[in-house]
């Protein structure tokens, strides 16, 4: 299970809306025949792959697998249907399906077919490789990652609103790599307006993730790097009240019934992302987490100190009174890059 775990993983940030699965086929005498991995959402599944390269020598053997195989109809067959038909005598699945399609529907499917099918190996490990996945399954919503960069003292800019670098280069070549892990990249017409980003991974994902500006007031400029989707594609959000405002040609636009993070992550969510990034200023960001739209956490600290009354901090008003108000953080990993630390935590 540890080695289809490993598979899976070579997919990450290119299934969506689908999992990542992986899988592999013994023999009947416990030898590795066959291995597989999705790979793209319209691909064929793991499971399928896997059989595919163990051939007739499938018979009789056993299929490991990291999620529960599917028994319905989507863009692929349903991966039981071929389960069944390589005459296999187990499966061993790490974590249920929770898609209403499938939840537990495959494994029933599998013992009726007089297969035997063994639950839970290293669920915990396949629920965390999945957790963006099963997130959006059972809230409508993304898994929402927030991402900034501060000096020691808390500061995201000078008083002057100078914040280029604060980061080093193998931070910032990290948040490349985040990004190609993500579906959607979101900003606010503040950052928008102030930094004119470009937010895509550097090449290290095709297509690049999805660029989405979220603007109350569509006070945004008529030049900007988004607008050139030929880099990446990019969506411009917004609410009603400025539906007949102009906008540039590029972009794609959406309306959203109210302009918030929440209508934007469950719009979004429809489109098939599983992991978004917040890389958005102060106000937006406390809206996010004030919406339950960030599950996690990721900051990076450099060793330098900024200074000043007036300079920026990463997250505006949040409205706490009191501090047992303070939300829950569960710390996930330290890890270096080179001078700076990286911080993930996790949001209740």
């Not at 008083?159 to 990290?174: F, K, L, V, Y």
């Not at 990034?277 to 960030?294: D, I, K, M, N, T």
């Given at each position: ?217 569509m006070q945004i400029p008529a030049r ?118 990286l911080l993930v935590s996790l949001v209740?």
């Amino acid at each position: 299970m540890h080695r289809a775990l490993a598979l899976a993983a070579l997919a990450q940030g290119c299934t969506s809306p689908n999992p990542l699965v992986g899988a592999l086929v013994l023999d009947a005498n416990g030898r590795l025949i066959g291995e597989g991995y999705h790979a793209r959402a319209g691909r064929p599944h793991a499971e399928v792959g896997a059989l595919a390269q163990a051939g007739e020598a499938a018979r009789g053997g056993t299929l490991i697998v990291t999620l529960e195989p599917c028994c319905h109809h989507g863009r692929t067959p349903p991966c039981t249907d071929a389960v069944i038909a390589a005459g296999l005598e187990r499966v061993v699945v790490a974590l249920e399906d929770p898609d209403p399609r499938v939840a537990g529907g495959g494994v029933s499917r599998l013992r009726s077919a007089g297969l035997e099918v063994i639950t839970g190996v290293l669920r915990e490990q396949a629920a965390q490789q999945n957790r963006a996945f099963v997130h959006r399954v059972r809230t409508g919503r993304p898994w929402g990652v927030l991402k900034w960069a501060m000096s020691l003292d808390g500061r995201t800019a000078l008083p002057n609103g100078e914040s280029q670098w604060i980061s080093g280069s193998e931070a910032r070549s990290w948040v490349h790599q985040l990004r190609a892990c993500c579906d959607a990249v979101i900003v606010g017409g503040g950052t928008l307006r102030a930094d004119d980003p470009l937010l895509t991974s550097r090449g290290r994902r095709d297509p690049e993730p999805l660029r989405v500006v979220l603007s109350r007031s569509m006070q945004i400029p008529a030049r900007a790097q988004l607008w050139n989707t030929d880099v990446a594609p990019t969506l411009l959000a917004h609410g009603p009240q400025v539906r007949d405002v102009p906008a540039p040609s590029g972009p794609e636009r959406l309306s959203l019934p109210v302009c918030d993070p929440e209508h934007l992550m469950r719009a979004l969510a429809s489109r098939g992302c599983n992991q978004v990034l917040w890389e958005c200023g102060p106000e937006l960001a406390a809206s996010a987490v004030q919406q339950q739209c960030v599950q996690e956490l990721a900051v990076v600290v450099a060793p330098k100190l900024l200074g000043g009354h007036a300079s920026r901090t990463p997250l505006g008003d949040l409205g706490l009174i009191s501090l047992d108000q303070a939300k829950q953080l569960t710390m996930e990993q330290t890890i270096s890059l080179g001078d700076d630390r990286l911080l993930v935590s996790l949001v209740y």
